[in-house]
Nanobody, 128 residues
Framework: VQLQASGGGLVQPGGTLRLSCTAS????????IGWFRQAPGKAREAVSC??????????ADSVKGRFSISRDNVANTETVILRMDSLKPEDTAVYYC????????????????????WGRGTQVTVSS
């Protein structure tokens, strides 16, 4: 599976950004896909995940109610969108798209070491 992330940038507090992750290759529709982030000097943390069948999602407590995740499949390419509203300075980080062979999201936040497929990071900066 090949992952390509885009959509980062600079936004003011309270603003909105949409991150996009496209997954192509072998059966991308069989993977749970989500996002991790890492801020300078901090550990990587799971942000959000959507299961292969779209039936379940995961959100970190710090982003619940502000972020939403969705996915769509066109021509065997999965596109996962992370919409980030009401952004805060503490959301500033490099965001990484990840595809997990485990198709659900229940354990996504604990599976970073097992996840094989990662996209290149995209920088999100929230600042006035």
């Amino acid at each position: 599976v090949q992952l390509q992330a885009s959509g980062g940038g600079l936004v003011q507090p309270g603003g909105t950004l949409r991150l996009s992750c496209t997954a192509s290759g072998s059966a991308p529709d069989s993977y749970a896909i989500g996002w991790f982030r890492q801020a300078p000097g901090k550990a990587r943390e799971a942000v959000s995940c959507i299961s292969f069948d779209r039936h379940s999602t995961y959100y970190a407590d710090s982003v619940k109610g502000r972020f939403s995740i969705s996915r769509d499949n066109v021509a065997n390419t999965e596109t996962v969108i992370l919409r980030m509203d009401s952004l805060k300075p503490e959301d500033t980080a490099v965001y990484y798209c990840a595809a997990d062979r485990y198709p659900g999201c229940v354990a996504f936040s604990r599976r970073a070491a097992q996840i094989e497929y990662w996209g290149r990071g995209t920088q999100v900066t929230v600042s006035s």
